[in-house]
């Protein structure tokens, strides 16, 4: 059986059989664990999140190495297409994070694409591609509407970001959800309202509005749960 | 009264899961009852015997502008809810309108669900990757489907099989997973 002694059997840090030291187990999951997270951010945010292109970009050529190395070896014997078989669930569920994370994000931008485009922080936030999906999707919804039924309408009538009074056409993140978190970082006293502030120690769990905790989540030092 | 139309189609709209026929007719009605309404607001401007600033002058035309906003409003709440079942559409079942599914769409929802088609065909080239494949967390790597309709020859990566109607079979995830959400193979769950 050709190298595949590279890559453990068990994403969740199960028994290495293929003497992996230490040091490497760390990097291979390191990026694993990191994405992993990145995708459970995305998930509970209400807003879309940094790009996280390295990783996808690593981790997608670790899915290409890995599902080659095993075709390769597809001819093995019965007790190696066994292992084989490890390997290639391994690789289908690296698969699924990355395809999940990307899908999640799309959906993001599918429903607020016209309030990522007009906010600059937000836009810096998407990957290029993202960026021209946003754009298209925008230019279909309009047209879409506009071939529909808005150019049926009286000129003054026609446009879809107008705001009558107080009440905006333009979706936006609902800041205001309660999200639970995990503290990762050592913050000490932060300001969860004008007044009132709270220790934030390691390894604390709480739940309070996203609006107070976009910086945090940006610097990393809370994770969403 | 003003906004009726408009709030039907909502309720319509509300009421059904799948995505009922395109009402047409009421749309055009509600085009027409704005268009009246406008029309209403600009011949009381340019009358020469009415006073605009008279308060009940006033009053009638901002219930004339508000009105031909809730309609507007709600017909586009319409038209989005209908074009987001329409984009999942394209999810669930892949880049092909089903028959089924074609009559009920309004021409525009047509050129909507192949321009929708088009761009998401774009970014998942962009990245080389699909992203409509992969929907769920693998649990096992070959999975006990039985098949509900006879489908004939199927290539899997390990070879071909022959999909007969109440067979059952013991295939690769990877493979049957298209299958499985277009209703062609049911999963067998083991207990």
Known sequence: MSDLGQFDLDNAGGPSTLGLDEEEEEDEFGEIRTL????????????????????????REQIENQQRAITENSDASVEN???????????????????SYLR????????????????ATVRERLSQPELEYAKSYVNLLESHFKESFLSALPQNFRNLDS????????????????????????????????????????????IMRYERLQTLLAEKKIQLI | MHGDKAVSLLREIK???????????????????????????????????????????????????????????????????????????????????LEEFKEGLS????????????HLNTYMKTLDVNLTTDMEPPKELFI????????????????????????????????????????VLAHVHST
């Open chain 1, 36 to 59: 992993q997270q990145a995708w459970v951010d995305e998930k509970l945010c209400p807003e879309i999140l940094t790009y996280e292109s390295e990783l996808v970009d690593n981790l």
């Open chain 1, 81 to 99: 297409k066994d292992i084989a078989n490890y390997f290639q669930m391994e690789v289908d569920r690296i698969r699924f994070l990355v395809k």
């Open chain 1, 104 to 119: 999640t994000r799309l959906l993001k931008i599918e429903k607020y694409a016209l309030y990522a485009l007009k906010t």
């Open chain 1, 163 to 206: 705001k009558e009074g107080n009440l905006s056409m333009i979706p936006t993140p609902n800041f205001n959800t309660h999200v639970f978190f995990r503290v990762t970082e050592p913050v000490g006293d932060f300001e969860i309202a004008p007044g009132d502030s709270v220790s934030f120690s390691q390894g604390d769990i709480y």
């Open chain 2, 15 to 97: 009421r059904t899961r799948a995505i009922p026929p395109y009402n047409e007719d009421t749309i055009r009605q509600v085009v027409q009852e704005v268009q009246a309404l406008y029309n209403d607001i600009h011949q009381t401007l340019n009358d020469p015997e009415v006073v605009a600033n008279d308060p009940s002058v006033a009053c009638g035309m901002i219930v004339q502008h508000t009105s031909i906003l809730r309609n507007k409003r709600c017909v586009l709440a319409y038209l989005h809810a209908r074009m987001l079942r329409v984009q999942q559409l394209r999810w669930e079942l892949g880049p092909v309108l």
């Open chain 2, 107 to 118: 021409h525009q929802e047509h050129q909507f669900f192949r321009s929708y088609n088009t």
């Open chain 2, 144 to 183: 006990e489907v039985r098949c509900l309709q006879d489908y004939g020859e199927y290539q899997t990566e390990n070879g071909t099989v022959n999909l007969q109607e109440n067979c059952q079979y013991f295939l690769p995830r990877a493979d049957v997973e298209h299958l499985v959400r277009r209703g």
